[in-house]
């Protein structure tokens, strides 16, 4: 079983950007996919990037072109590089790990049921 922490959000302005990391205790990130979610107030909780076990990533549309995720498999870590943060971007992003499912290029709705594992949120806020 695998404990997430993640860390990094902060209070940024529009354009600029931010490096959330997710550090994993208890088992060997390799053998997950994983992801990171976002939860706006009062919107469902909505996937913005996974990485497969495989190393195939999937990006949400909105984000494309702006975030990276990145693993370290050595550290046992999961990053998410955010650049030309935008207000609409403002949310509590969460890490989350999943041995069975596989995202494979699409986010099935409802994908964030599937994950078993999760860290705390941290907060990321763009002011305009």
């Known amino acids: 079983q695998v404990q997430l922490v993640a860390s990094g959000g902060g209070s940024v302005q529009a354009g600029g950007s931010l490096r959330l990391s997710c550090a994993a205790s208890?088992?060997?990130?390799?053998?997950?996919?994983m992801a990171w979610f976002r939860q706006a107030p009062g919107k469902e909780r909505e996937a913005v990037v996974a990485?497969?076990?495989?190393?195939?990533?999937t990006y949400a549309e909105s984000v494309k072109g702006r975030f990276t995720i990145s693993k370290d498999n050595a550290k046992n870590t999961l990053f998410l590089q955010m650049n030309s943060l935008k207000p609409e971007d403002t949310a509590v992003y969460y890490c989350?790990?999943?041995?069975?499912?596989?995202?494979?290029?699409?986010?099935?709705?409802?994908?964030?049921?599937?994950?078993?594992?999760w860290g705390p949120g941290t907060q990321v806020t763009v002011s305009s």
């Open positions: 989350a790990a999943d041995q069975r499912t596989v995202v494979a290029g699409y986010f099935v709705p409802g994908l964030f049921r599937l994950f078993h594992y």
């Open positions: 990485i497969d076990s495989d190393g195939k990533t």
């Open positions: 208890g088992d060997t990130l390799s053998d997950y996919t």
